[in-house]
């Protein structure tokens, strides 16, 4: 870090210990957490099934990732010989005496090894563990619920807390690390570091949604349609396979995609912001991503202290407390990005001969804003589409009486028009970057590198409450399972509605994070493209060596804004077919994955009920029922499901690299993000009403007219959820 001046310098290190500070509030809860009262005996005794099939589920994942990184490690260490070190990583190992090509070779393909080994490290370690902390809150959640409504909440939360500072902290760590080591080379390692975190997120994103969905719908198919039985209980042998699942998919799944997310924008802003650095000779693009993303993890602390709710006799509000704590976290982000983008590039910032600051300090500054402007209008239009008392869900609930058909088509509607709001709200913060930097560059061929790093800055904002976030889809399972804990246990009346208040709430709050891990995932899916022109831009500079010795070599910028893609070349519009079709491959193996394995839930759930589950206690063909069996069926196919599913992901792009130019590559992987995100956009907010109409409308029995309206609300969340589920 030579070539920054003491106060980045100290700024980095700061940001440094932002992230250990991160690492260790989520200490700090865990030990606050576990600290908490378990209830009695019975709810232990049902927590410890939930708790089985949880750890059997981790364990199995473990003994299946850990050969395949040791593998794809080998392989990032020789992917050197392929794609050579850059000239700014030459030059880094130069200054420090390092001149020979080969050594420097070597010490690349070590630097992007480990990277690659932390960036997967980090993601399996933040979906380990947060699952792990999920469980051990449900119990104790369900515990405090006989107590009161504001501990409960409080337990609920600052237990999802604890993963979403894991992501924050081990994110951040690895990027400015990574950073702090390489210097200007560390593109040379980010991409194996970005790597990692997204071979895991594919891993446990899938592998967590095949589970879960299983269950769900096993679970539901047989015990409420078939035999008439209330939700979780616990005759129905796929109860606590249900439950697992609910952790799998939106505790250990959800948290490695948001981390997936999270190191790809640091990954993309710092590439772009070197990229910048290298045009204008200015090292704040590079170094105020990393001081937003410091922010972040201290506004996410501070917020956790402000969700609470008084108490009161219906319970409380719960869903505002969650909300006020994000809104409070944003706008202290927000007040913080302007402070620090003014004092570092507004006083401390380079000048022009006028002694103006070139570009002014604001632009960054307010790329990272709207980004956080976009994660809160993205909880909006995912609060009104799933509330408990939006309109679309009292529509759903008002269609359950017409029996599945009706609600199962006005559940669609309603999750069509949802994709279309949450594309047009992403649309206009990908737009809004090229307004702020629309006065950035002499050329348009600059223009076109600021407003790709504008891009970035806004995912990077966009995520900047990381902690808040995984925060509120952690709460989601958390509280269901607590829920579930107090069906199974047979808890007081009074107990069951604090849980069932909270389990309504955790409903919404997973839709809204799914939200915001799809608007960022398309921002970070943006801002990577753009890092991928900047690299293809490099092996185009570090080839026209003849032409830069001749002195007729074109500048950086406008090789960078040449770098584009002919869509009226025929094997590019290929490319652009195949790639959008992919993502509808994707979706189709992951439904049948799920229909698959539910297939096998139903018929041991069927073969124990004839075995006499369902039968008086005392009566000679009485049989506990098999939790355990379930949860290894689950487990086994979500495992074997997910090769077919990982190899889908990730053979197509490297054969169809490997086969052509770079140019049918890039419309390749650029298509296949138009119908993923419009698909993305449509399965969480569907998914999020199918289960609040039925939950409310199991809380109005009164209103029910029709007994037959168990079956849709029983038969539509399982399968609507998958493709979003599965990712």
């Not at 590439?271 to 937003?292: D, K, N, Q």
Request: charged letters at 15%.
């Amino acid at each position: 870090m030579s070539e920054l001046n003491p106060f980045e310098q100290n700024a980095i290190w700061l940001v440094l210990a932002m992230s250990l500070v991160g690492l260790g509030y989520a200490i700090f809860l865990r030990n606050q957490i576990l600290g908490e009262d378990k209830g009695t005996a019975k709810m232990q005794e049902v927590w410890g099934w939930i708790k089985a099939g949880a750890n059997a589920y981790l364990n199995r994942q473990v003994r299946g990732i850990v050969p395949l990184i040791a593998v794809l490690t080998v392989a990032l260490f020789l992917s050197v010989y392929i794609v050579p070190p850059t000239s700014e990583a030459m030059e880094h190992f130069a200054k420090l005496g390092i001149n020979d090509e080969g050594r420097v070779t070597l010490l690349v393909a070590f630097a992007r090894a480990i990277a690659f080994v932390m960036g997967a490290g980090f993601s399996l370690t933040v979906g380990q563990i947060g699952m792990r902390m999920a469980v051990e809150g449900n119990v104790r959640v369900a515990a405090e619920s006989r107590h009161s409504f504001s501990g409960a909440l409080r337990i609920a939360y600052r237990s999802g807390t604890i993963t979403g500072m894991l992501t924050d902290g081990l994110g951040l760590f690895g990027g400015t690390i990574i950073f702090i080591v390489l210097g200007k080379a560390a593109p040379d390692a980010l991409l194996g570091f970005g790597f990692g975190g997204t071979l895991l997120a594919l891993f446990m994103r899938v592998g967590g949604g095949i589970f879960t969905k299983a269950a769900d719908v096993g679970a539901d198919l047989v015990g409420k349609v078939e035999q008439g039985l209330e939700e979780d209980d616990p005759r129905n042998a796929a109860v606590v396979a249900d439950l697992v699942g609910d952790n799998v998919g939106d505790c250990a799944g959800m948290a490695a995609d948001i981390f997936e997310s999270y190191e790809v924008t640091i990954v993309s802003g710092l590439i772009l912001g070197l990229a910048l650095t290298a045009m204008t000779g200015h090292s704040e693009w590079f170094v105020f991503p990393l001081m937003v993303r410091g922010i972040g993890v201290l506004s996410s602390m501070i917020s956790t202290y402000l969700v609470k709710t008084p108490e009161m006799e219906d319970g409380g509000d719960a869903f505002k407390a969650i909300s006020k704590g994000f809104l409070y976290a944003a706008i202290m982000s927000s007040v913080m990005f302007a402070a620090a983008g003014y004092y570092y590039m507004g006083v401390l910032g380079p000048r022009n001969p006028l002694g103006e600051v070139p570009g002014g300090w604001w632009r960054p500054v307010l790329a990272v804003i709207t980004g956080v402007v976009l994660a809160i209008l993205i909880e909006k239009v995912t609060e009104y589409f799933t509330g408990t008392h939006s309109a679309p869900v009292k529509n759903i609930v008002k269609s359950l009486t017409g029996g599945p058909a009706t609600t199962i088509i006005s559940g669609f509607v309603q999750g069509y028009e949802s994709a279309v709001w949450s594309v047009i709200v992403i649309a206009a913060t990908i737009f809004s970057s090229t307004v702020i930097f629309s006065g950035m560059g002499s050329t348009p061929a600059e223009q076109v590198a600021y407003v790709l790093y504008g891009v970035a800055m806004t995912g990077i904002g966009m995520l900047t409450l990381t902690g808040n976030n995984v925060a509120m889809d952690s709460f989601g399972p958390i509280s269901d399972n607590a829920n579930g804990i107090g069906e199974m246990a047979g808890m007081d009346e009074k107990a069951r509605k604090v849980m069932s208040q909270l389990d309504e709430v955790g409903n919404t709050t997973k839709a809204i994070t799914k939200g915001v891990a799809i608007g960022s995932a398309v921002i970070a899916a943006v801002a990577l493209f753009g890092s991928f022109i900047t690299d293809v831009t490099k092996v185009q500079q570090a080839a026209n060596a003849a032409a830069q010795a001749a002195g007729n070599a074109l500048p950086f910028a406008q090789l960078f804004s040449d770098t584009g893609i002919r869509i009226s070349m025929p094997v590019v519009f290929i490319g652009m077919l195949l790639g959008g079709a992919l993502p509808w491959m994707f979706s189709s193996l992951c439904i049948n994955a799920v229909n698959r394995a539910a297939g096998l839930i139903v018929e041991e759930v069927r073969r124990q009920f004839r075995d006499g589950v369902l039968e008086p206690k005392g009566s000679p063909r009485f049989k506990e029922p098999d939790y355990k069996q379930c949860v290894a069926i689950s487990t086994a196919a979500a495992q074997n499901e997910l090769i077919a599913l990982a190899l889908l992901g990730v053979i197509p792009p490297f054969w169809w690299g490997c086969s052509w130019a770079w140019k049918p590559s890039a419309a390749f992987w650029r298509a296949s993000l138009c119908p993923a995100s419009c698909w993305r956009c449509l399965c969480p907010t569907p998914a999020g009403r199918g289960t609040t109409p039925r939950k409310l409308w199991k809380t109005n029995r009164a209103s029910r007219k029709r007994t037959s309206a168990r079956i849709p609300s029983a038969t539509k969340p399982g399968w609507w959820a998958t493709p979003w589920a599965t990712r």
